[in-house]
């Protein structure tokens, strides 16, 4: 895959894609070419068969997302139509985010902060080593964020809790985070990598058509409902019904083997 930038890379293992944030100079700041190719690695991701878990993380291991790249803010963000521009170009990579049928992993490590922890808080589950930290020190800096921004941490921690976080801008330790429900385990460095791919791996080997069709699901649950696709999720269980794993899971259960599933 040729990205628009080395500051951010992707790699398949097995079954597994990983993307990384490769800023590590700027604790991972994400700048406006690296949220063009965010949406370059995940659609590829998406459209790939043979990867079935998507995983995300940052380089350097110092952070996992510090945030946006304040130091283009002056040339690409110094007014309300250039910053209309930048949320324009960056609303590409998060509704890739939002999108991606597959799971999505966040392994953190180090500082997850604003913009970053808003890209952790699309993963479908966040894994953080015990010496990492989170906010989003908005209020700090003055910027506004949209509603599109703000829904998932309030559906992640509640109302409440987000206005604590957005309130005080303050930096939350790991069991904190944990406590607020913004992050779903934390583990020591030397473990977090490898528990991710384990529970990476153990997920890829399930049914893709059933996966996706629960991924799909909870995420109409927590949508308001009227808007809410229902039709949709008719057609992707009926799918399951319908597919080739479906009588592999039931013949691999009569036979007392593990199942092959091909998402077919």
Excluded at 9 to 28: E, L
Excluded at 50 to 69: C, E, P
Excluded at 167 to 188: C, D, T, V, Y
Aim: contains cysteine.
């Amino acid at each position: 895959m040729q990205l628009s930038t080395d500051k951010m890379q992707a790699r398949r293992d097995g079954a597994i894609g990983w993307m990384i944030f490769n800023n590590p100079a700027r604790r991972n700041a994400i700048s406006l070419e690296m949220w063009e190719a965010i949406g370059q690695i995940l659609g590829d991701y998406a459209a790939d068969d043979s990867v079935r878990v998507v995983v995300m993380r940052g380089a350097g291991g110092k952070s996992f997302a510090a945030g946006a790249d304040i130091s283009q803010f002056a040339e690409q963000r110094n007014n309300a139509e250039a910053a209309e521009r930048y949320s324009q170009i960056s609303a590409g990579g998060r509704k890739a985010l939002v999108g991606l049928g597959k799971p999505l992993i966040a392994l953190i490590e180090g500082f997850c902060m604003g913009g970053g922890l808003g890209i952790a808080m699309h993963a479908d589950m966040r894994m953080a080593s015990d010496d990492s930290e989170f906010g989003i020190p908005a209020a700090k800096l003055g910027l506004g964020y949209h509603y599109s921004t703000l829904k998932p941490l309030v559906d992640l921690v509640g109302p409440s809790a987000a206005k604590l976080i957005l309130f005080s801008g303050r930096r939350f330790k790991a069991e904190e985070a944990l406590r607020m429900g913004l992050i779903n385990q934390i583990l020591p460095r030397a473990e977090l990598e490898p528990a991710v791919v384990d529970l990476a791996g153990e997920i890829a080997t399930n049914a893709p058509l059933t996966v996706e069709a629960v991924k799909a699901t909870v995420g109409e649950i927590v949508k308001d409902r009227s808007d809410r696709d229902m039709g949709r999720i008719d057609r992707m269980i009926a799918a399951c019904f319908d597919s080739r794993d479906y009588a592999e899971g039931r013949t691999a259960f009569m036979e007392k083997r593990k199942p092959v599933f091909t998402g077919r």
